[in-house]
């Protein structure tokens, strides 16, 4: 609030000064100086003018705090004290690729653009009231922008970088998918992740979030809540699942298309799967035996006898007879076993 001093005490000030000093002119108005109010009231102007500029400046500094808190101010942040617990989904010699080297020249000579996106690692962080924008000594976890952290450490540059507010009260496991997921959303938003780092991107935030759940997410559910096709669930898993063979596999796999892709899924999981064999065939036993003039033929497939007579009809007592001889003319399937009796 502003402080005036009323018309009547400059008055007052004027009379005191002539009658003190009657040499010298009395003040104009509006000239009067802290040192001419009398009753002490300099010094109570001083002190009021010095409160209201220090509450301004807290309250300054307290908008400051929560703007940083907010990710709506930068922090300028040694490359060092920015810790990258899940690692990148890009390919493992992106150092090595021409968009890096890319990047590097447009930040080594015009700066950085972006800003990356970081967590304070410890999640109970509060910026310095007394200087909010220093954040020495402080750690973070990178959210995205890896190769920009990169890029400026290796310029010797410091890194610009805002915080993302965690989700409060989280586990461990929720802050793991929480980070996952902003990770990709970030690379999805500006589309240069191949189809085999993205399929990994979706399979890593499926088994994370499935860690936080009591029962793993369907497709659909999962699906919805990151925004994707429910259809590339299951070969993101498959994708996340045979990592390592797909890349032992091919020598460029972040070249392959989609299409690709599955196929190389197909085959490897065809390989892990030996054909069922089929039931073996049982072997049929035949005989052939006379009685009373005629024919029989039998045949024996598993428990199934079979008996064709030549001509003529047969009754019950010849066809006990015609058994009976039937298993005599069997040939002999009984085994004997090392150390034991002959069975059947």
Known sequence: M????????????????????PGEPAPEEGQGTRESI??????AWKAGAMAQ????????RDGIVAAVL?????????????DDPLGSDRRPDWHDTEAFTSLMDSIGANGQDVPVQVWPADPAWQPDPRDPLNATGARFHLLSGRRRRAACAALGLPV???????????????????????RFRENEAREDLSPFERLLSIGE?????????????????????I???????????????????????????????????????????????KPAKKP????????????????????????????RLSHGDADADDLQKALAKFAAALPNRNTKKKGGPIVD
């Open 227 to 273: 925004g994707v096709h429910e259809s590339i669930v299951s070969r993101a898993r498959a994708v996340l699942r045979h990592r390592d063979a797909i890349l032992n596999a091919f020598k460029t796999p972040y070249d392959l298309s989609f299409r690709a892709l599955q196929d190389a899924l197909a085959e490897i999981e065809g390989k892990g799967k």
């Open 53 to 60: 500029v220090e509450g301004d400046l807290a309250e300054m």
């Open 38 to 43: 009398p009753g002490g009231f300099g010094g």
């Open 160 to 182: 610009r970088a805002v915080i993302m507010p965690p989700p409060e009260g989280a586990s461990a496991a929720e802050n793991r998918f929480a980070m996952l997921f902003h």
């Open 2 to 21: 502003k402080r005036v001093i009323s018309r009547s005490v400059l008055e007052q000030m004027k009379a005191k000064r002539a009658e003190a000093e």
């Open 205 to 225: 935030i499926y088994e994370a979030l499935a860690e936080t759940e009591k029962t793993p997410p369907t497709a659909v559910a999962f699906a919805a809540r």
């Open 70 to 82: 907010s990710g709506k101010r930068e922090l300028s942040l040694d490359p060092a004290q920015i």
């Open 280 to 307: 073996a065939r049982a072997k049929s036993l035949k005989a052939e035996i006379s009685q009373g003039g005629r024919t029989l033929k039998a045949t024996m497939t598993d428990k199934t006898v079979t008996i």
